[in-house]
């Protein structure tokens, strides 16, 4: 089965820091890019970045490309989505998916998808 989960997020205040998790089964990351998205209360869903298998990196939100990174374990299947200095807009469920790479854009379409992890960012 191929399957993505995402964990790490929870209850933050204006200023932490959270590092969530996308562990991949049933398939290998390092040949798909990855991508993390979120869905805010009565928001459309938005890309957040994605990363290639080459490790290039593409932001979709300008609003987070000083505060997020993400990174790529392929020992671990595993892609990281590393947010600093958060704030209450970036509360959000958020998402990671993958999707066939490229050398310099995002995937088109993302094929899997994990069912989503919530970051809450308040006082």
């Known amino acids: 089965q191929v399957q993505l989960v995402e964990s790490g997020g929870g209850l933050v205040q204006p200023g932490g820091s959270l590092r969530l998790s996308c562990a991949a089964s049933?398939?290998?990351?390092?040949?798909?890019?990855i991508g993390w998205f979120r869905r805010a209360p009565g928001k459309a869903r938005e890309g957040v970045l994605c990363i290639r298998s080459s490790g290039g990196r593409t932001y979709y939100t300008d609003s987070v490309k000083s505060r997020f990174t993400i990174s790529r374990d392929n020992a671990k299947n595993t892609v990281y989505l590393q947010m600093n200095n958060l704030e209450p807009e970036d509360t959000a469920v958020y998402y990671c998916a993958a999707g066939p790479t490229s050398l310099r854009d995002c995937p088109r379409e993302y094929p899997y998808w994990g069912q989503g992890t919530q970051v809450t960012v308040s006082s």
């Open positions: 049933g398939f290998t990351l390092d040949v798909y890019a």
